[in-house]
């Protein structure tokens, strides 16, 4: 024998509906009765709501994960030590006028808007991975180690 399993509400939903039309509109009846009906319905209906919430509340108090919190990271300033290093790459390139001094003005900006033109970059002057890139000041990284070979043993007899 098979089961076939129900949600409460549909079953609640289903059984409403045929009373309801087995019932028919029939002169009859009173409004008082229709009444009483409607009234106990409704209580029934918002009694297997609470508990179905309660349970899915539960349920999803169970859960092992750790709430998700939003973060937020703020964008990192350049050190004078980087700007600097900037400076000196675009004035090797002819851009940046002035002397390298580590201070990001008017003069940098400028410098940097010219050099993104000629890239065909965004021309906002303002620091952007691409334009690093394009410097030839991307992202630092250690050269690989080279690989020591070890040559193997001379056996002297």
């Known amino acids: 024998m098979q089961r ?54 539960a349920a999803a108090s169970k859960s092992k994960r750790p709430p998700v919190t939003a973060r937020h990271y703020s964008p990192q300033q350049p050190s004078q030590e980087r700007y600097k290093e900037i400076q000196q790459a675009l004035a090797a390139k002819g851009y940046f006028k002035t002397e390298p001094d580590g201070a990001w003005g008017p003069a940098s900006i400028e410098a940097l808007k010219r050099f993104q033109h000629d890239q065909n970059l965004v021309e906002d002057g303002k620091i952007g991975s691409l334009s690093l890139i394009a410097l030839g000041l991307g992202p630092k990284r250690e050269p690989p180690e080279p690989v020591k070979t070890v040559e193997p043993e001379q056996r002297i007899p």
Do not use: D, H, M
Not at 32 to 38: I, L, P, R, Y
Not at 42 to 49: E, H, I, R
């Open 4 to 57: 076939i399993v129900v949600p409460l509400s549909v079953a609640l939903c289903a059984s409403l509906a045929i009373g309801a039309w087995a019932a028919g509109p029939s002169p009859q009846t009173s409004t008082t009765k229709k009444k009483s009906v409607t009234k106990s319905t409704a209580k029934a209906a918002a009694k297997t709501s609470t508990t179905a919430a309660t349970k899915r509340t």
